[in-house]
């Protein structure tokens, strides 16, 4: 351990910093040619938790002259101690730091991470922009869901890697191999543009109009592709999952197992990227799952398991795998947990067999108040499915429901927003219609989100509303709300606003992040650290206006930024599918018809996908 | 009524030291809970809605100092030997958390009186000469104010401190004392140090120390507890 014990019993939960946890892979060096921190760019309760990097972790580590370890971003009176000490940002594992490592990868969840990415480089000693890095440097290798358009990073970054990593990992390491043995960087990073799923950003340069829009890509090689196809996992089945986790010390936010059960969405909500990026829909079988699951089980101690996925409900045998893991769960005093559930699978049955769902709190996300805008939304679900839904957690016991709205949709109306409140006073209403309610107040907890248009979904090109009237409609919500059983909380509106600056940035936001980075701003995505002045303050010292990124309609014969990158789901899918919101007309999920979003010609083996069915 | 299963009260010693050694009790708590699923010991739970295995610690141990001698009684369903639990436990243990016993006890930790600590301290001042200063610094009454939930407590602890030594070899002070474990006399050694941070504090300006427990006496201060 190289950080002096004296700074240890200084900083505020030093387990975050130690290491030695049950499950951690430790190498001999010498049997090593390729390390690889993989960085996660928040604490480490927070990195500890992300299925990514635990399945990462397994598949690198197995390969026997690799060694992949964990870094995480220091928490302030950390960073304060390594800076006045002159201690650069180290590995868990090893203690060593990170500017030794071979390749330097980070994970990018949420757009807030990047400057926390910047900051840890920083710590690291790790020059900042690519080309300032030689062949003394570390490769600094990207990925995870917001890689799908990471422009703003594309400076700073070596390669992002585009869609899912489990083999993906392995081809960057061969190629790293090829450049350890003598090869120049230039030379690697245009042998590793070749490769599938592999964004190189240097190896593209980027022509703007005089209005700012993008106006082509020109690659810098015959040889690189045009479009940077994602990487997916075909038989979800043969997919690597760990047998073993890292054994956090300290309580981490997903303190558990996290059985991931299938990938993809077959709902379309037209907000939502994920649900698109993750297409085609693959499963798992539940043989596959029993089984996974009970060698995690045994190996890790864990005492719950949580299901994951977009919207779990929808696996076609969830009832089948629940019976399943019951059998062995209860006797080894094992909880099942869900995530999230669609009001429409919310049934007596499943309260009394999921012990979070029998003892937690019930949470729904109607998303949106009127059923008028949640056809716009693709969001099918009606109020009497909800009242349903409620009906049944009431009758279990239940006085408190929460409830999940986006604000600031495309086409909302202030009729919108009192259709919020009306439904949360029917959702009041029919506590007490439930005979078997039990005799207390019930409450209803609202919680609304500010809508951020997201790249390679149907609402990419809409403009987010202008702070001041995201504002407005919050008080708008408050000033309307006169029933104390209805609590409202809602996101801080500047957060959203810069989170979409980024989401659907380009590189000339670069310089943004690198004046942000000469400021010492980091971990943003907490609200005690994220300073909105700073922000506005910083766009201003580059001169770029936020308003282009975030409160601007993007034409839709525009180049966007994330053209470049091939998602599987068709440019054109998504325009129709934003062409039926303003129209008011809903999308049918996949189970019940292909709407043609084009994801099946990634291939892979899905139950919902029929196209794909008849091409395997 | 469900009737309660035959249970059987192990004593575990152990040992916690490394990276381990900046995890808090509670912590301690679920990393043990986790590794008797993994030894699939057969561990005795409690009955009713929430059903835990059951466990104590011996005594407290503030972050940050690490331990030779920690114990726990756990309850098992099966009369299992110590050799055999000790081997199950060390498999799914951490490798900084090992066990070195494991008995059925005659004792209770109620008759824990004292502890015994090493702190080795690293200073550019360290010295014989400091060795001695240190122990003239703990020489007649220790005040200190104790933090409890009742507020800040002025307290001499000079009672409760007993046999201090310190020798300086390799460039390191090694100092050793018993300390207090009594319930309303208990002695973090965290007093000790800033007493002499304060007594002492050009020399340890620029100090720093790791701090172990060594050993722990029954109230004699002189037999070694088991």
């Known amino acids: 351990m190289r950080i002096p014990e004296k700074i240890l019993k200084k900083v505020e939960k030093p387990g975050r910093y130690v290491g030695g ?18 960085c996660f760019p928040d604490t480490y309760e927070i990195g500890m938790s992300n299925l990514g990097v635990r399945i990462l972790y397994d598949i690198m580590n197995k390969i026997p002259d690799v060694w992949c370890e964990r870094a995480y971003a220091p928490w302030t009176d950390m960073e304060d101690y390594m800076r006045a000490n002159d201690i650069p940002l180290w590995a868990i594992e090893s203690s060593d730091e990170l500017r030794e490592f071979d390749i ?4 990018l969840q949420y757009e807030l991470c990047y400057t926390s990415v910047l900051n840890m480089l920083n710590l690291a000693k790790i020059p900042l922009l690519s080309a300032d890095r030689g062949a003394d440097s570390p490769i600094v290798v990207c990925g995870g869901p917001c890689a799908y358009n990471a422009e703003p990073m594309a400076d700073f970054v070596d390669i992002f890697i585009i869609g899912e990593g489990e083999y993906a990992m392995t081809d960057l390491i061969d190629e790293y191999r090829k450049y350890k043995s003598g090869m120049s960087k230039e030379d690697f990073l245009h042998e590793a543009a070749k490769i599938e799923g592999f964004y190189v950003p240097s190896m593209y340069t980027v022509e703007y109009n005089p209005d700012g829009t993008i106006k082509r890509y020109v690659p810098k090689y015959d040889d690189v592709p045009m479009k940077i196809k994602k990487r997916i996992v075909a038989d979800m089945d043969k997919s690597p999952f760990p047998e073993n986790l890292v054994m956090p010390y300290i309580e981490t936010v997903q303190d558990r197992i996290v059985l991931e059960v299938y990938r993809g969405c077959i709902r ?7 649900g698109m990026t993750y297409r085609p829909v693959r499963e798992k079988t539940v043989e596959t799952l029993n089984e996974q699951a009970k060698k995690l089980a045994e190996n890790t101690g864990y005492d719950e398991i949580t299901l994951s996925s977009l919207s779990i409900s929808d696996y076609s045998c969830i009832d089948h795998l629940t019976d399943e893991m019951l ?42 108040g009127t059923q008028r805008l949640r056809d716009v939304i693709n969001k099918n679900i009606t109020k009497e499915e909800l009242l349903r839904a409620c009906h049944v957690a009431f009758a279990g016991g239940k006085t408190q429901v929460k409830l999940y709205f986006m604000q600031g949709l495309p086409t909302e109306t202030d009729e919108d927003l009192d259709g919020i409140l009306e439904l949360s006073r029917d959702v009041i ?23 951020i248009p997201k790249p390679f979904t149907p609402f990419q090109w809409e403009a987010q509303c202008d702070y001041d009237e995201l504002i407005r409609r919050q008080r708008y919500v408050v000033s309307q709300n006169n029933d104390r059983r209805i609590k409202y909380n809602y996101h801080n509106a500047a957060v959203s606003r810069i989170e979409a600056v980024f989401a659907r940035g380009d590189r000339k936001l670069c310089a943004v992040l690198s004046e942000a980075a000469r400021r010492g701003m980091r971990l943003d995505s907490w609200e005690e650290f994220f300073d909105y002045e700073q922000w506005l303050d ?4 580059v001169g770029i206006d936020p308003a282009f990124y975030a409160n601007r309609e993007f034409g839709e014969d525009e180049w966007l930024p994330w053209d470049v990158i091939d998602v599987g789901v068709s440019k054109e899918f998504l325009l129709r599918e934003r062409h039926n919101a303003h129209a008011g007309k809903t999308t049918v999920s996949c189970a019940e018809k292909c709407s043609g979003c084009g994801a ?9 996908c029929p196209k794909t069915k008849d091409s395997n | 009524m469900v009737s309660e299963d035959e249970r059987f009260e192990l004593r575990v010693k152990f040992t916690k030291k490394g990276g381990l050694k900046y995890i808090s009790h509670l912590d301690l708590a679920r990393t043990v809970r986790s590794a008797f699923l993994r030894a699939r010991l057969p561990v005795w739970y409690t009955l009713g809605f929430n059903p835990h295995p059951k466990f104590n610690f011996s005594l407290p141990l503030s972050v940050g100092t690490s331990s030779e001698c920690e114990f726990m009684d756990i309850m098992l369903t099966e009369k299992l030997d110590g050799s055999k ?15 070195t016993d494991a008995y059925y006890p005659t004792t209770k930790f109620s008759q824990i009186g004292w502890a015994e600590y090493e702190l080795d301290i690293t200073s550019p001042y360290a010295s014989d000469e400091l060795a001695g200063r240190i122990l003239d610094a703990l020489d007649g009454d220790i005040n200190i104010v104790k933090k409890s939930k009742s507020g800040m407590k002025p307290m001499n602890i000079a009672p409760y401190v007993r046999n201090a030594s310190c020798t300086f070899a390799d460039g390191k002070l090694i100092f050793r004392v018993l300390l207090s474990c009594g319930e309303n006399t208990f002695v973090n050694p965290k007093y000790l140090i800033d007493h002499l941070e304060e007594a002492l504090p050009t020399e340890f300006a620029d100090a720093d120390y790791t701090t172990c427990r060594t050993q722990v006496y029954y109230d004699d201060g002189v037999t070694v507890f088991t």
């Open chain 1, 327 to 368: 059998k062995w769960t209860d006797d080894r005093k094992i909880s099942l947990s869900l995530p999230s559930l669609r009001v429409n699978s919310f049934t007596k049955e499943l309260m009394d067999k999921i012990s979070t769902v029998r003892t937690g709190g019930i949470t729904f996300a109607p998303e949106a």
């Open chain 1, 429 to 451: 209403e029919e506590f007490y219609h439930t005979p078997e309610r039990m005799k207390r107040t019930p409450q209803v907890t609202l919680s609304t989100a500010c809508f």
């Open chain 2, 85 to 99: 639990v000790t081997e199950m436990l060390n498999a799914a243990f951490p490798p900084d958390l090992r066990v």
């Open chain 1, 600 to 608: 099946n010609k990634l291939g892979g083996e899905c139950t919902w």
């Open chain 1, 21 to 38: 946890e049950w499950g951690q892979v430790i190498k001999d060096k010498k049997d090593v040619n390729v390390r690889f921190a993989f």
């Open chain 1, 268 to 274: 379309g909500c037209r907000f939502c990227q994920a």
């Open chain 1, 538 to 541: 910083v766009f201003a010292a």
């Open chain 1, 104 to 107: 330097v990868g980070f994970t």
